[in-house]
T-cell receptor, first 114, second 119 residues
Framework: QKEVEQDPGPLSVPEGAIVSLNCTYS??????FMWYRQYSRKGPELLMY????GNKEDGRFTAQVDKSSKYISLFIRDSQPSDSATYLC??????????????FGAGTTVTVRA | DAMVIQNPRYQVTQFGKPVTLSCSQT?????MYWYQQKSSQAPKLLFH???????NEADTPDNFQSRRPNTSFCFLDIRSPGLGDAAMYLC??????????????????FGPGTRLLVL
């Protein structure tokens, strides 16, 4: 069983729709949760960062963390063709010296149709 | 703008011919990482440096080596590239983790990647 599970998609939605992405994980020690956006042939770009449980909103993006269910989500409202990319979830444990590993999901490929 | 820079963006090498990829950062971050990412897969951590301390992942082949001559630069050396080493290589940085809990220092910032092709 992978430490982080993410449905690879692909996911195709019409412009203006809400995109819903999620990841599940097995390691209860994870406390830091991130979503990265990766355009084709580019490096991952940090989109959202959340510490512990709760919601975080940034413009059209909302990240949710439910540690009791080991489940995180990313919602994109009013999706645009420029949102077409692969979205990677990532998470890490409370940091201590010399152990900074991120555990990634495999990424979900999203296409927003104009 | 502070950033993570990788050169070259595209690298073509021959089977068995050593190749070096470079990464530089203007973020003054303590920690630098090298990842390998193959098509439609999650980035796979190869190794990381905490300042000058090198940390190799247990499953990273000996064929992969790294150097960090100073805070700003880090190199990935592939001694004898095989066809299976063709991938995107990503450099990332993060700040010291000795920060208040909840600080975004744990976040990693990635460069644009170097796509390696092995002929």
């Amino acid at each position: 069983q992978k430490e982080v599970e993410q449905d690879p998609g692909p996911l195709s939605v019409p412009e203006g729709a809400i995109v819903s992405l999620n990841c599940t994980y097995s390691n209860s020690a994870f406390q830091y949760f991130m979503w990265y956006r990766q355009y084709s042939r580019k490096g991952p770009e940090l989109l959202m960062y959340t510490y512990s449980s709760g919601n975080k909103e940034d413009g059209r993006f909302t990240a949710q963390v439910d540690k009791s269910s080991k489940y995180i989500s990313l919602f994109i409202r009013d999706s645009q063709p420029s949102d077409s990319a692969t979205y990677l979830c990532a998470m890490s444990q409370a940091g201590f010296a010399n152990d900074y590993k991120l555990s990634f999901g495999a990424g979900t490929t999203v296409t927003v149709r104009a | 703008d502070a950033m993570v820079i990788q050169n070259p963006r595209y690298q073509v090498t021959q089977f068995g011919k050593p190749v070096t990829l470079s990464c530089s950062q203007t973020l003054n971050h303590n920690v630098m990482y090298w990842y390998q990412q193959k098509s439609s897969q999650a980035p796979k951590l190869l190794f990381h440096y905490y300042d000058k301390d090198f940390n190799n992942e247990a499953d990273t082949p000996d064929n992969f080596q790294s150097r960090r001559p100073n805070t700003s630069f880090c190199f990935l050396d592939i001694r004898s590239p095989g066809l299976g080493d063709a991938a995107m290589y990503l450099c990332a940085t993060s700040r010291d983790l000795q920060l208040p809990r909840g600080h975004s220092g744990e976040t990693q910032y990635f460069g644009p990647g170097t796509r390696l092709l092995v002929l």
